[in-house]
């Protein structure tokens, strides 16, 4: 029963992305996904955009980078678009393979 009560609902992170970019809309606001670099990859280093905006960063549609290294999971819930009942999902996470 407790373990019931404390389960959390998937939500994965594309549609928290979706969700959060539904509400910043409303700023002029976007949250983006950095790119990942093959080539820096490869070489076993991060690339230079992941290093100075980390995997989210939020920018002002008029251009300007507003936010950097941004959680996703703490600005979905700073916006009140991911509840307390949810968390992200990652795939793979908590599945069986019999």
């Not at 809309?25 to 490869?42: F, M, N, S």
């Not at 936010?67 to 916006?79: C, I, S, T």
Request: glycine residues 10%; aromatic residues 6%; without cysteine.
């Amino acid at each position: 029963m407790e373990a019931e009560a404390k389960a959390k609902v998937p939500v994965t992170a594309r549609a928290l992305v979706q969700r959060i970019n539904r509400k910043l809309r409303g700023v002029d606001q976007l949250l983006r996904k950095t790119r990942y670099d093959h080539e820096a990859g490869v070489n076993g280093s991060e690339s230079r955009a992941w290093q100075d905006l980390g995997d989210y960063y939020v920018v002002d549609l008029a251009g300007p980078i507003v936010e950097d290294h941004v959680d996703l999971e703490a600005l979905g819930r700073k916006l009140g678009v991911l509840e307390p009942w949810e968390a992200i999902h990652t795939p793979g996470e908590g599945t069986r393979h019999d």
